[in-house]
């Protein structure tokens, strides 16, 4: 028997968010836009519901609830805003991080502050973006130098989400050139450490609640104990990190297609035009009914790649499944903002119409944690039996910097 339900568990779960979504999100959406940031009883009532923590596991302080769990609920937080859940505190990308590079003890350390009251008030982020390459070689231009009493880290960070609210970072480094991408290793920085300077917040096309930033690192130092390892495979340890965390930016992709066809069906059923509902034409028509295709296409997906991870699969068949649901769920939900704007005509174009902030948070979500392309290239290498090239799924100067 095939069953796509969610469980009992999982339903009130849902149900939950999805009354939070409804309720504090979605009737505040021009004015969370506005004021670029959740506010605190927000924030706290996110951290009530676990959101954050919902996929990591309990060893490390998480709900040890799994992927499928954690999508369900990012699906809902976004067709209530698609930018909120940028916003709420918590580990981020910095969790899954953890999760795949730190020891369990290590992860449990970094991750408790998250757990405990004020949680909604702490935000982690992890540095790996930059804009240049290194020159001359493959990896990262920030370097990390071996020192006696630990590591000295030296270089430019971009792309970094919370990077102006986040306590700890996990920053990238390049450990040993002459290894390119397989001598990158990953440190732990806590905001304050001499020679960490944050800068300041970017203005960017969407995703408004979030915050993009960079950071420069001028001979940082940090000891031994800071460095995460990655088990035996630190490369294979990063790719999963990046795939984890690339599909709960899918699921806010589905929760934005959503968001955006509901809106559009709604908007064509109650505009009328030479007697009848727009939406009674055949090219309108036909357009809905694609959109809507788009949208229950994503989600299941975006729901079977987190059942991969949570059904002991294998991680080659986890790991294809995201690339497949990664890649489709970001360019529906381009194609459903896309589509609301021009089925709305000219209002779509003007801020009193939800549809053109999903368009533009659709565009800004194609460059979260992986592109549709680089999601593309994991999904091909491992159908092809290929060894999966760390240049090409990775974003990088080189290829295409994402925001994580």
Known sequence: MISFDPSEDQKLMQQSAEQFAKVLLRPKMRELEKARGVPEDVRRQAHELGLGLVALPEAVGGAGLGMTTAVLLEEEIAWGDPAAAFG???PGAMGFALLELATTEQAKALLEPFTADGGH?????????EKKSPEGRDGLATVATKEAAGWKLDGEKAYVTSADR??????????????????????????????????????TLGLDIASFGGLTLDGVKVTDGDRLAGGKD????????????????????????????ETTRDYCDARR?????????????????????????????????AWAWDGGVGEN????RTGWAVSFALEAAMRCGDDGVQLHGGSGFVRDYPVEKFMRDAKQLQL???????????AAAIELGRPVDPALVLPSPTSQNTFI
């Open 166 to 203: 986040a306590d700890t970072f996990v920053v990238f480094a390049q450990v040993d050139p002459s290894k390119g991408w397989e001598g990158v290793g990953a440190f732990v920085v806590k905001k304050g450490t001499p020679g960490l300077t944050v800068k300041e917040r970017k203005t």
């Open 121 to 129: 008030a702490r935000f982690g982020a992890v540095a790996w973006g």
């Open 273 to 305: 035009a030479f007697g009848k509902p727009i939406g009674h034409f055949q090219a309108v028509a036909f357009t809905l009914a694609d959109r809507a295709m788009d949208v229950e296409a994503a989600r299941a997906l975006v729901w079977r790649a």
């Open 234 to 261: 630190f490369l294979g340890s990063t790719i999963r990190f990046f795939a984890k965390q690339a599909l709960l930016v899918a699921a806010r992709a589905v929760g934005l297609s959503r968001a955006a066809f």
């Open 368 to 378: 979260c944690a992986l592109t549709a392309e680089q999601a593309d290239q994991l």
């Open 88 to 90: 709420f505190g918590g």
């Open 317 to 320: 068949e986890a790991l294809k």
